[in-house]
């Protein structure tokens, strides 16, 4: 087969759909830039933020929340699942599309569905085990099933014929060399060259556990001679820091780019959403986790193998204190060799390639059908 002359891409509602959906985008236009790019969206999606600033079409369609368990009734029964499968239909047809790939989201299932009535090819993309519950739709339809890491495979049996591929990542991160921007980006947040960072973000809305547990050690912290870059996240309230700490301790609301944050840091505290593993590893970035603990665990099981290989450490959400910080932190960011063997490990456990073989796999189930 010849290049991919249109391509729509389905994810949204969150960055985990949709921070890979823009890195595989970017991929295929890097490869060709005359290919034809649509996305799909809902209009209350967070991808209505993202993607249009990208440069790339976004097409809003109906979309509706889906139950949690899957079953064909689904198909036959809501008028708004038809509705939407017909509005992603009109698109598929408009752009004569070759190939529908989908990174999970409500808006997925109406192009999964669109798809194959028309018979376009069907790739899905799955970060998480359990897979979401539309891409557990969509698989219904398609064998062509990618996934980030290599443990799901072996931990869902819907998954157990996946191609791990990885994670697509934004070069921005992918080509990151942490040593070479260290400088730089500690600069640009006002820290000091010669003290180790901690850099501290809980996700795009943040962790409120995280966010009091380190505001709390602050001074030890900073006593300690440990600088702190903190992402208190959109929707926290603002932590409370003493304001006159010897080193520096750095609050912003949110970080839009994070190659600043992973370049200036030496040790990473965050919860353990498939996006950040994904990214920390890739760039051998030494990473604490806290995965969030009202959900069905996903977070723990994206992160427990970079800590079995040696890339990082797990704490549960419950356990993180001021008092844990200090007995835990301080030590590891004095320890300059266990911090280097742990970023070898999780950078042996990570990869920078995931669009590329992505987009490989897609080449596959364009031509195969």
């Known amino acids: 087969m010849g290049p991919l002359r249109s391509v729509v891409l389905a994810g949204g509602g969150t960055g985990g759909h949709i921070y890979p959906l823009l890195a595989f985008a970017d991929c295929l236009r890097r490869h060709d830039p005359s290919v034809r790019i649509t996305c799909l969206g809902t209009p209350k999606g967070l991808e209505n933020e993202l993607i249009p600033p990208h440069g790339y079409d976004l097409r809003q369609i109906p979309a509706f929340q889906l139950p949690r368990s899957i079953n064909m009734a689904l198909l036959r029964t809501p008028d708004r699942m038809l509705s939407s499968s017909r509005a992603a239909g009109k698109v598929l047809d408009e752009v004569r599309a070759d190939v529908v790939v989908g990174f999970g989201g409500y808006v997925s299932v109406p192009g999964y569905l669109a798809a194959w009535r028309r018979e376009v090819p069907i ?42 591929v990885g994670v697509p990542l934004r070069t921005s991160i992918s080509h990151l060399d942490r040593r070479t921007a260290s400088a730089a980006a500690r600069a640009h947040f006002g820290l000091r060259p010669d003290l180790p960072v901690l850099f501290v973000s809980g996700g795009s809305q943040g962790a409120r556990s995280i966010n009091l547990a380190v505001a709390g050690a602050a001074k030890e912290l900073s006593r300690a001679g440990v600088q702190v870059l903190h992402v208190i996240g959109a929707r926290n309230e603002p932590v409370s820091v003493p304001n006159d700490l010897p080193v520096p301790y750095v609050t912003v609301p949110y970080l839009s780019e994070m190659e600043l944050g992973y370049a200036a840091a030496d ?54 204190t001021p008092a844990w910080v200090e007995r835990t932190i301080i030590p590891l960011l004095r320890d300059p060799h266990r911090l280097a063997a742990m970023g070898h490990a999780a950078a042996g456990y990570g990869r920078r390639d995931g669009d590329e073989a992505l987009l490989d796999f897609v080449y596959e189930a364009a031509t195969h059908g």
């Open 123 to 164: 790739v899905i993309h799955e970060v998480n085990v359990p897979p979401g519950v539309a891409n557990r739709m969509g698989m219904r339809f398609t064998k062509h099933v990618a996934v980030g890491f290599p443990h799901q495979p072996k931990q869902a049996d819907s998954l157990k014929d996946a191609r791990v």
């Open 267 to 320: 040790l990473m505290l965050s919860r353990g959403g498939a996006m950040t593993v994904a990214e920390v590893c890739a760039i051998g970035l030494p990473t604490i986790y806290v995965p969030y603990p009202y959900s069905n665990q996903e977070q723990s099981r994206n992160a427990q193998p970079v800590v079995d290989a040696g890339g990082g450490l797990l704490v549960e959400d419950g356990e993180m």
